[in-house]
Antibody, heavy 120, light 108 residues
Framework: EVQLWESGGGLVQPGGSLRLSCAAS????????MSWVRQAPGKGLEWVSA????????YYGDSVKGRFTISRDNSKNTLYLQMSGLRAEDTAVYYC?????????????WGQGTLVTVSS | DIQMTQSPSSLSASVGDRVTITCQAS??????LSWYQQKPGKAPKLLIY???NLETGVPSRFSGSGSGTDFTFTISSLQPEDIATYYC??????????FGQGTKLVIK
């Protein structure tokens, strides 16, 4: 059974940093691109970042480019999102999501989400 | 960047009704479109991919169609458990992999 479990969310001050983790199980982690998708309170879904299976290619949305870094450790079956320069508008539930096929960038499994709150 | 325009933003329908949601891309995305269902407090769930392929385990009352820039999502006979917000999302070629604004479906 595929499982994704995010952790690392919490309250952080504007300008601060936070690292999210997503532990994966139930599939060959290195064979699939992974993404982060976020949802601000009461708002729609926003794709944030994606990384290829072997980690050689990373992609970012314009709103986080230069501030967030996606990475993965395939030996630990874990996906990361290092967030810095956090702003109030980064407040959201952050989901990690598994690519359905390999690197097609739509997602068949999602974690339960972790809440990041940026506030002073 | 490709923009996805989804309509309506909210929809009220009765159990048994046929429900249709549309999604328009700002440029040709071939059939690289997915549809998701999200219930309150839950993660999104993949329903349709490649515009018209039903995800495994998803009831057949859900369907998708379209290609190019215009796409449609249909629930053939609305059930109470279908109350949710629905999103389209493109995955054509390069990021960002944009979602539509969402359609909130409520029971009349």
């Amino acid at each position: 059974e595929v499982q994704l479990w995010e952790s690392g969310g919490g309250l952080v001050q504007p300008g601060g940093s936070l690292r999210l983790s997503c532990a994966a199980s139930g599939f060959t982690f290195s064979s699939y691109a992974m993404s982060w998708v976020r949802q601000a309170p009461g708002k729609g879904l926003e794709w944030v970042s994606a990384i290829s299976g072997i980690g050689g290619s990373a992609y970012y949305g314009d709103s986080v480019k230069g501030r967030f870094t996606i990475s993965r450790d395939n030996s630990k079956n874990t996906l990361y999102l290092q967030m810095s320069g956090l702003r109030a508008e980064d407040t959201a539930v952050y989901y990690c999501a598994k690519d359905k096929v390999g690197a097609t960038f739509y997602w068949d499994y999602w974690g339960q989400g972790t809440l990041v709150t940026v506030s002073s | 960047d490709i923009q996805m325009t989804q309509s309506p933003s909210s929809l009220s329908a009765s159990v048994g009704d046929r429900v249709t949601i549309t999604c328009q891309a700002s440029q040709d995305i071939t059939n690289y479109l997915s549809w998701y269902q999200q219930k309150p407090g839950k993660a999104p769930k993949l329903l349709i991919y490649d515009a018209s392929n039903l995800e495994t385990g998803v009831p057949s009352r859900f369907s998708g169609s379209g290609s190019g820039t215009d796409f449609t999502f249909t629930i053939s006979s609305l059930q109470p458990e279908d109350i949710a917000t629905y999103y389209c999302q493109h995955y054509d070629n390069l990021p960002p992999f944009t979602f539509g604004q969402g359609t909130k479906l409520v029971i009349k």
